[in-house]
């Protein structure tokens, strides 16, 4: 059977501005200046850990364990006081499983916050299996990261594709052997599509992935 597989941040949810909200808290703990909402899509992609380096590094500060914990226990607690799925994603998800596809999802978000995320959006239901940047010893772009979370759901990659919004996603796709559709309405630039099908919206899905 058919399996979608969605990235989380920038795909299925529009999560910038809790993110934002908690690197702000943290950066301000710390008595450093804040981020801009570019500045802070322009680091979500690679997790959390890469996310508080990079905020830590543009503020000259070395990377720091426990202020990678403070800012995840933070943001854990309050990912879904902002974030709503992209107009589109409900209707969308249900298109598709109403066409056959049974879904999955592979953040690089950490589990936790992904879970609780999709329980208090009331998406959780869709899925039959999640992975997190912390569920498995890698993550995307590595491919393993898409593999597992297949098998998570019982499926295998010649039965799957891949929908996110950052090259890491369309690297993990190609290195599983998975098509792959790009997120339009995300966070990442258009050139990290690096020649796969763009979806302007959510509602184009059901037809680009029957067109594979
Ligand atoms: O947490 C991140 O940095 C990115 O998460 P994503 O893989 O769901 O886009
Ligand atoms: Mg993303």
Not at 44 to 62: E, N, S, Y
Not at 68 to 78: G, N, P, R, S
Not at 89 to 96: E, F, K
Not at 165 to 189: E, K, T
Request: charged share 20%; proline share 6%.
């Amino acid at each position: 059977m058919k399996i979608a597989v969605f990235d989380l941040d920038g795909t299925l949810v529009d999560s910038a501005a809790d993110i934002h909200a908690a690197l702000d808290r943290l950066m301000a703990g710390l008595g450093l200046a804040g981020f801009t909402r570019p500045e802070v899509i322009g680091m979500i992609g690679d997790g959390v850990r890469a996310l508080v380096t990079k905020a830590l590094t543009a503020r000259d500060q070395p990377f720091d364990e426990a202020a990678l914990d403070a800012f995840t226990a933070d943001y854990t607690a309050e990912a879904s006081a902002q974030t709503r799925p992209f107009e589109g994603i409900p209707a969308a998800l249900d298109a598709l499983r109403a066409a056959g596809w049974r879904m999955a999802v592979c953040t690089n978000k950490p589990e936790a916050a992904a879970r609780k995320l999709l329980d208090d959006l009331g998406l959780a239901g869709h899925f039959a299996a999640l992975g997190g940047g912390d569920s498995f010893p890698v993550r995307k772009p590595d491919p393993q990261h898409l593999l597992a979370t297949l098998a998570a759901a019982g499926a295998a990659a010649g039965q799957a594709v891949m929908i996110g919004d950052h090259r890491n996603d369309v690297r993990a796709a190609a290195g599983a052997g998975v098509p792959c559709i790009f997120a339009g309405w995300g966070y990442g630039p258009l050139a990290m599509a690096e020649g796969c099908p763009v979806a302007a919206t959510p509602l184009d899905l059901p037809g680009l992935v029957a067109a594979l």
